[in-house]
């Protein structure tokens, strides 16, 4: 059961891979978003628990946030926010109260 509610989403997202899996710069597309994380479609396939960092463009702030792969089945990955701000937080729930309406 997730800790925060996920809502459909079509947005482009950044990914830096930090591991060895995946290193390097990717343009993912985001299914769904909460406060926790996000499901998103890569291009390449990473091992849950790999860590990279995710460039959310959030109306008009780029957000930049740690996460953790959580679960991927074949493009589909879920991503976990990890170590995040409380400022960073409330700019995703504004997004996604926003996006909800």
């Keep these: 059961m997730r800790a925060y509610p996920?809502?459909?989403?079509?947005?482009?997202?950044?990914?830096s891979g930090r591991g060895r899996?995946?290193?390097?710069?990717?343009w993912i597309n985001v299914r769904s978003i909460g406060e926790g994380?996000?499901?998103a479609d890569l291009p390449v396939s990473l091992e849950s628990g790999e860590t990279v960092l995710l460039d959310l463009m959030l109306w008009e702030r780029v957000v930049?946030?740690?996460?953790?792969?959580?679960?991927?089945t074949?493009?589909?990955?879920?991503?976990q926010f990890?170590?995040?701000?409380?400022?960073?937080?409330?700019?995703?729930?504004d997004y996604c109260q926003t996006i909800a309406s």
């Design 21 to 26: 899996a995946a290193p390097g710069v990717f």
């Design 64 to 72: 930049s946030l740690p996460a953790a792969v959580r679960y991927h």
């Design 82 to 93: 990890i170590d995040i701000t409380e400022e960073q937080r409330t700019a995703i729930r």
């Design 6 to 15: 996920r809502y459909k989403v079509a947005m482009r997202v950044l990914l």
């Design 37 to 39: 994380g996000i499901g």
């Design 74 to 79: 074949g493009p589909l990955h879920g991503f």
